[in-house]
């Protein structure tokens, strides 16, 4: 059986490193916050994966990682796959951009927590969209993935609202359905998988555009 190639390796190795270092650190910060707080450490675990954003960077250091160190196993060639590539890339960028307008100001975290934060919402996505220019290089993604990929997101809010519901917390006061209600809830939940599925088109089209641009240059070399 083939092989998936990995293009950009060294980009990749970076990631892998950055990503599982700030998942981690952000473990450690969320249990110990939990302890701090008098909760137990199975509420900080619960705490800890409530977050798109830990969920998300997790993906992103599976997919940084696997096709690395397990490139023959089923999950070293799923997420060496275009598709998968783009959607981890769209998925981070997501996380950072609304970071970025929505909860920048609502806290100012020090120290440790924030070298985490910058880790996981800032560099993780600048990678990632580094090293997805050049592993989808010359690859023609379908005009279709974006509605696939936004699944994702989509899965990860009905996620949040029967965790919410249950533990009677939620990760993101946007999408706190005890305070704004439900009806406001699944707006704000439409707006932010539109806002996605316009990430996803924007970055489809660089993509696409640097695939198209490669194709030329072959050509021309090629005359």
Do not use: C
């Not at 990749?12 to 473990?27: D, E, H, K, S, Y």
């Not at 919402?121 to 220019?133: E, K, R, T, W």
């Not at 917390?169 to 439409?190: K, M």
């Amino acid at each position: 059986m083939n092989e998936p190639v990995v293009k950009g390796r060294s980009l990749a190795a970076l990631m892998a490193v950055l990503g599982w270092f700030g998942v981690l650190l952000q473990f450690y910060l969320s249990i110990r916050l939990a302890l701090t707080n008098g909760r137990t450490v199975a509420f900080g675990v619960v705490l800890y994966f409530g977050f798109f954003t830990v969920l998300t960077n997790v993906l992103v250091s599976l997919a940084a990682t696997l096709p690395l160190l397990a490139r023959r196993s089923a999950a070293g060639r799923f997420f060496a796959r275009p598709e998968v590539i783009g959607w981890v890339a769209v998925s981070i960028v997501f996380v950072g951009v609304a970071y970025y307008v929505l909860l920048r100001h609502v806290w100012a975290p020090q120290g440790w927590q924030l070298l985490a934060d910058v880790l996981m919402h800032y560099v993780m996505p600048i990678l990632f969209v580094l090293y997805s220019l050049i592993a989808l290089r010359g690859t023609a993604l379908r005009w279709s993935a974006p509605f696939r990929w936004s699944l994702y997101p989509v899965a990860y809010f009905v996620y949040a609202l029967v965790r919410g519901a249950i533990i009677g917390s939620y990760p993101y006061a946007f999408i706190n359905a005890s305070t704004l209600g439900y009806v406001a809830t699944l707006r704000n939940a439409l707006l932010l998988w539109v806002a996605y599925l316009v990430m996803a088109y924007v970055l489809l089209l660089i993509w696409r555009i640097g695939g198209a641009r490669q194709s030329t240059r072959q050509n021309t070399a090629l005359r």
